[in-house]
T-cell receptor
Framework: NAGVTQTPKFQVLKTGQSMTLQCAQDMNHNSMYWYRQDPGMGLRLIYYSASEGTTDKGEVPNGYNVSRLNKREFSLRLESAAPSQTSVYFC??????????????FGPGTRLTVL | QQQVKQSPQSLIVQKGGISIINCAYENTAFDYFPWYQQFPGKGPALLIAIRPDVSEKKEGRFTISFNKSAKQFSLHIMDSQPGDSATYFCAASLNQAGTALIFGKGTTLSVSS
């Protein structure tokens, strides 16, 4: 049981390049999320998918697109990377289970630098 | 609009002391209040959480105090240890499937030995 996995762990891009961050979970969770973490800013929601087949914008969606490929996988795409997108990206998943806690389980993160 | 405000930004506590981190929220519809702990290079992990029907929840050395009327909640770490040194985030959400968490900006705790 790996939980939430993310690839790659590190990435350096040049301005204008594109890339896709991959996320997969093996906990059979319905909901998945993408956050970015910047120093002093906490975690800010980029996009989320409440269930397979649905996606919604979060607080900071500009410059990003997402795809909920299936129940397990949720990818984040940067079409034309900008230095402002230099950040650590976390994927998370959740489901209301025992105790009805909206606990989110986070992956290890992808550290992205855009030059 | 910052819906969850967290303070202090950083905290230094002596080993054995009490660490206290405070959060305030704005949306009265929130009904799930977790605290996450994050070590350097790792993803956040749930530490403890509370629902608004209780005023306090304790798990080992960690306690959440919740004040619904003031829209505030706090994390108390008793007998703080060097291994508690990490970044702590409070959050709030509706306790519904598929609801995103709104995070505070985080508190970096250093426990000196």
């Amino acid at each position: 049981n790996a939980g939430v996995t993310q690839t790659p762990k590190f990435q350096v891009l040049k301005t204008g390049q594109s890339m896709t961050l991959q996320c997969a979970q093996d906990m059979n969770h319905n909901s998945m999320y993408w956050y970015r973490q910047d120093p002093g800013m906490g975690l800010r929601l980029i996009y989320y998918s409440a269930s397979e087949g649905t996606t919604d914008k979060g607080e900071v969606p500009n410059g990003y697109n997402v795809s909920r490929l299936n129940k397990r996988e949720f990818s984040l795409r940067l079409e034309s990377a900008a230095p402002s997108q230099t950040s650590v990206y976390f994927c998370a998943s959740s489901d209301l289970g025992q105790g009805e806690r909206n606990e989110q389980f986070f992956g290890p993160g992808t550290r992205l630098t855009v030059l | 609009q910052q819906q969850v405000k967290q303070s202090p930004q950083s905290l230094i506590v002596q080993k054995g002391g009490i660490s206290i981190i405070n959060c305030a929220y704005e949306n009265t519809a929130f009904d799930y209040f977790p605290w996450y702990q994050q070590f350097p290079g790792k993803g956040p992990a749930l530490l403890i959480a509370i629902r608004p029907d209780v005023s306090e929840k304790k798990e080992g050395r960690f306690t959440i105090s919740f004040n619904k009327s003031a829209k505030q909640f706090s994390l108390h770490i008793m007998d703080s240890q060097p291994g508690d040194s990490a970044t702590y985030f409070c959050a709030a959400s509706l306790n519904q499937a598929g609801t995103a968490l709104i995070f505070g900006k985080g508190t970096t705790l250093s426990v000196s030995s």
